[in-house]
């Protein structure tokens, strides 16, 4: 009979000094046993999507997030890295979480592999406020064009409501964006697009004018970062 199990611990372990400026500790080891569908999803133990996962804590200066697509890792084992993967706001730390498909139960302590994952970071940010009419031209700001947008038309109706959409720079740099209305700052409600646009969502937008204030990263870097195990 096979036994069902996870494998869950947090280790102490020194930190990996590969680079001047950064270090990085392997701080979690996650194993699941590969469970088959007909068992029921509220008994199975939690966070069982991945057979494996790790979690490397990166400490450093100035960062601003991590490139998930960058993951290189030898071996023979194929990891990917998470999608929630996060950085402080101080801009400190950073949490990379990898995983694999692959049950690994009983081999995660003798596994081994080396290899790298990039880095943005920055130092300075940029502040631009602009006033913007419902519908109305689209405003330069940093690296971006931004503009109030009418919700899109589709062929099953309106896609996403009223909202800033951002166009025509690389979304890494864009640090936060906040918007008012009358003097109010509005609540934001997500956003819908990807890395190259996107339209952010706010509350009780309205269709007149709203203000905009866009902080982007100045001098953003792209650094390489060594992960071991």
Do not use: C, M
């Given at each position: 009979m096979k036994t069902l199990f996870t494998i869950s611990c947090l280790l102490a372990v020194p930190s990996l000094s590969?680079?001047?400026?950064?270090?990085?500790?392997?701080?979690?080891i996650t194993s699941n046993a590969d469970l088959p569908r007909s068992i029921p999803q509220d008994v199975k133990p939690f966070a069982n999507?991945?057979?494996a996962s790790l979690c490397f804590l990166i400490k450093g200066e100035n960062l601003v997030s991590i490139d998930d697509d960058t993951l290189t890792l030898d071996g023979e084992i194929e990891w990917e890295a998470g999608s929630f993967n996060k950085v402080s706001d101080d801009g400190r730390y950073a949490r990379l979480d990898i995983t694999t498909s692959e049950e690994l139960i009983g081999k995660l302590d003798a596994l081994k592999f080396k290899g790298t994952i990039e880095a943005y970071t920055a130092a300075d940010t940029e502040?631009?406020?602009?006033?913007?009419s419902y519908g109305g031209e689209a405003k330069e700001a940093g690296p971006f064009e931004v503009a109030f947008?009418?919700?899109?038309?589709?062929?099953?109706?309106?896609?996403?409501?009223?909202?800033?959409?951002?166009?025509k720079g690389d979304l890494n740099h864009l640090k936060s964006i906040t918007v008012k209305v009358d003097g109010k700052e509005?609540?934001?409600?997500?956003?819908?697009?990807?890395?190259?646009?996107?339209?952010?969502?706010?509350?009780?937008?309205?269709e007149g004018e709203v203000e905009v204030t866009i902080v982007t990263w100045k001098n953003m870097k792209k650094v390489t970062i060594p992960i071991e195990k």
């Open positions: 590969f680079a001047a400026d950064f270090e990085v500790q392997l701080v979690q999507q991945h057979a502040t631009t406020t602009l006033t913007l947008s009418k919700p899109k038309k589709t062929a099953f109706g309106f896609g996403g409501g009223a909202g800033i959409k951002l166009s509005a609540n934001g409600n997500g956003w819908f697009g990807s890395n190259n646009s996107r339209t952010y969502n706010f509350e009780n937008l309205g």
